[in-house]
């Protein structure tokens, strides 16, 4: 019985997969001709300074992932982060009202420019979140609330990488569509609205009232 529907599904699962493949879709884990060049781009990349401790660990985890060969020594890119934002909200209210569980926000955002020119190729908003315990002693709490920063910073490491690889395989592709960078300063274009002949007519036309006869 095994044996046909495994049979079905794969059949079913076949023409879906070549739709997608169709479609230019590529998983993002699978293996790649090109991921040497992308791993030959990360070389290139100066990771600037970080504000803050929590900075200090998020640049250390962004070298072990990039850095195969050591620091570059003449790098074509810098990649800027800000200051990490950290938030704090208390949950799980017992009831003497004091918190059991708490959540960690971590937010920051990313910006990869060329060196010579400083052109910024590419601009993200990270954000990481995770949550422990709030338990009796503080010590404790201490110790739980920097393992779970020190997760959600390896979090945030790994979403930098991702953007970065999505970057360079596009550009090798050449579709760079996703990679325009939106000026804040400047206002989003609204397109104008056409308005539509057939509706003036309808809108301004005169109502006629049609009088019947008596025979």
Same mark, same amino acid.
């Given at each position: 019985?095994?044996? /046909?529907?495994?049979?079905?599904?794969? !059949?079913? $699962?076949?023409?879906?997969? !070549?739709?997608?493949? $169709?479609?230019?879709?590529?998983?993002? %884990?699978?293996?790649?001709?090109?991921?040497?060049?992308?791993?030959?781009?990360?070389?290139?990349? %100066?990771?600037?300074?970080?504000?803050?401790?929590?900075?200090?660990?998020?640049?250390?985890?962004?070298?072990? =992932? @990039?850095?195969?060969?050591?620091? /570059?020594?003449?790098? =074509?890119?810098? #990649?800027?982060?800000?200051?990490?934002?950290?938030?704090?909200?208390?949950?799980?209210?017992?009831?003497?009202?004091? $918190?059991? =569980?708490?959540? @960690?926000?971590?937010?920051?955002?990313? =910006?990869?420019?060329?060196?010579?020119?400083?052109?910024?190729? @590419?601009?993200?908003? @990270?954000?990481?979140?995770?949550?422990?315990?709030?338990?009796?002693?503080?010590?404790?709490?201490?110790?739980?609330?920097?393992?779970?920063?020190?997760?959600?910073?390896?979090?945030?490491?790994?979403?930098?990488?991702?953007? !970065?690889? #999505?970057?360079?395989?596009?550009?090798?592709?050449?579709?760079?569509?996703?990679?325009?960078?939106?000026? /804040?300063?400047?206002?989003?274009?609204?397109?104008?609205?056409?308005?539509?002949?057939?509706?003036?007519?309808?809108?301004?036309?005169?109502?006629?009232?049609?009088?019947?006869?008596?025979?």
């Amino acid at each position: 019985m095994v044996g /046909p529907m495994k049979k079905t599904f794969t !059949l079913l $699962a076949l023409p879906a997969l !070549l739709l997608l493949a $169709a479609c230019g879709f590529t998983p993002l %884990y699978a293996h790649h001709d090109d991921d040497s060049d992308v791993q030959s781009a990360y070389q290139d990349i %100066y990771i600037a300074n970080i504000p803050d401790r929590s900075g200090q660990i998020l640049r250390n985890d962004l070298m072990d =992932r @990039l850095y195969t060969h050591g620091k /570059p020594d003449n790098p =074509r890119y810098i #990649l800027e982060l800000s200051a990490i934002q950290e938030h704090i909200t208390s949950l799980a209210i017992n009831i003497t009202s004091d $918190a059991t =569980r708490a959540e @960690l926000r971590l937010t920051a955002s990313m =910006r990869l420019k060329e060196k010579d020119t400083g052109k910024i190729l @590419l601009t993200r908003d @990270l954000l990481a979140i995770n949550s422990y315990n709030i338990l009796s002693s503080q010590f404790t709490t201490i110790v739980s609330a920097q393992a779970v920063r020190e997760d959600a910073l390896n979090d945030m490491a790994r979403q930098i990488e991702t953007n !970065l690889a #999505l970057y360079f395989q596009r550009q090798q592709s050449g579709n760079t569509s996703h990679d325009q960078v939106i000026d /804040p300063s400047k206002p989003a274009a609204v397109p104008a609205l056409v308005p539509d002949p057939a509706a003036n007519a309808a809108t301004l036309a005169p109502a006629t009232t049609t009088t019947g006869t008596t025979p």
